[in-house]
């Protein structure tokens, strides 16, 4: 499974969003720009953020997004499926029922064994994703992040909010 870059987007921007100050917004141009993507892209992800409730947006010169709720509220799960959704990675198309040795419908009454794995670590990624906070994860940040560049950090978020 593979989910897109827009999930790693979103939790990066939801993590500066999270340690600017109480009711600050960034817009997403600055989102972007901090993150050197691309913000006509960016924006669409924020706005499936906004959707799904984990983000707000305000109108105007000191506009822009802020979190729509506490980080320790929002789970990586909450950000995986408002960017990609939340369907299955694994879809059983019953391949099993087809091709020379397939038997007549009502014999299928359970799932496969290859359905039921695969069932099996989707529930188990989700709950991993579902235990994980945005507040954890910042809470983390300076165990994995130079601190050249946490300071870096920390001056373009005075700078942003100095405009």
Known sequence: ?????GVEWA????SVLAS?????ALPARRLAEVHGVPT??????LQKLAAQGIVSSSPGPRGGFVLARPANEITLLDV??????AEPAFRCAEIRQRGPTAVE??????????AAAFARADLRWREE???TTLAMLVADIPNTVHPRQLKAAETWLAEVFAD
């Open 105 to 114: 419908a009502e014999c299928y009454q359970r799932p496969c064994g290859i």
């Open 40 to 45: 006509a892209y960016l924006t669409k992800h």
């Open 20 to 24: 600017a100050p109480e009711g600050r």
């Open 129 to 131: 994703l579902r235990e």
């Open 1 to 5: 499974m593979r989910m897109s870059e």
């Open 11 to 14: 939790v990066h921007c939801l």
């Open 80 to 85: 995986v499926e408002a960017v990609d959704g």
